[in-house]
């Protein structure tokens, strides 16, 4: 399984930024592989980071060639005052079952 996180500072997000946005998280569901997503967004600093997980790194490379995805990097210093993303190989993953996880089928296996 692989993860790419999305961290990044927001500047000032328009009705353009709000509907690229979507456009990629949709392209992002039809990817190959594609096993689910997460947000979230620190109270103190307003950096967000969004966590896309994939099956292996086919479907994030078909997210990295969208034309919607090359044309928010294009314009990403409009919308944010920095960002970083990590690439990451899923290993484990360990949890209660108590909520529905994209990485919930590794914790079943050793």
Same mark, same amino acid.
């Given at each position: 399984?692989?993860?790419?996180?999305?961290?990044?500072?927001?500047?000032?997000?328009?009705?353009?930024?709000?509907?690229?946005?979507?456009?990629?998280?949709?392209?992002?569901?039809?990817?190959?592989?594609?096993?689910?997503?997460?947000?979230?967004?620190?109270?103190?600093?307003?950096?967000?980071?969004?966590?896309?997980?994939?099956? !292996?790194?086919?479907?994030?490379?078909?997210?990295?060639?969208?034309?919607?995805?090359?044309?928010?990097?294009?314009?990403?210093?409009?919308?944010? !005052?920095?960002?970083?993303?990590?690439?990451?190989?899923?290993?484990?993953?360990?949890?209660?079952?108590?909520?529905?996880?994209?990485?919930?089928?590794?914790?079943?296996?050793?």
């Amino acid at each position: 399984m692989i993860s790419a996180t999305f961290i990044f500072d927001p500047r000032q997000f328009d009705d353009e930024f709000h509907a690229l946005d979507a456009q990629i998280a949709a392209a992002a569901r039809q990817t190959d592989g594609y096993l689910g997503e997460e947000a979230w967004q620190d109270p103190k600093t307003g950096r967000i980071a969004n966590v896309y997980y994939w099956q !292996s790194e086919t479907g994030l490379r078909q997210l990295m060639n969208h034309p919607q995805h090359l044309a928010a990097k294009q314009r990403y210093q409009q919308w944010l !005052s920095g960002y970083q993303v990590i690439v990451s190989q899923v290993l484990r993953s360990y949890g209660d079952g108590g909520f529905a996880h994209p990485a919930q089928p590794l914790a079943t296996q050793s």
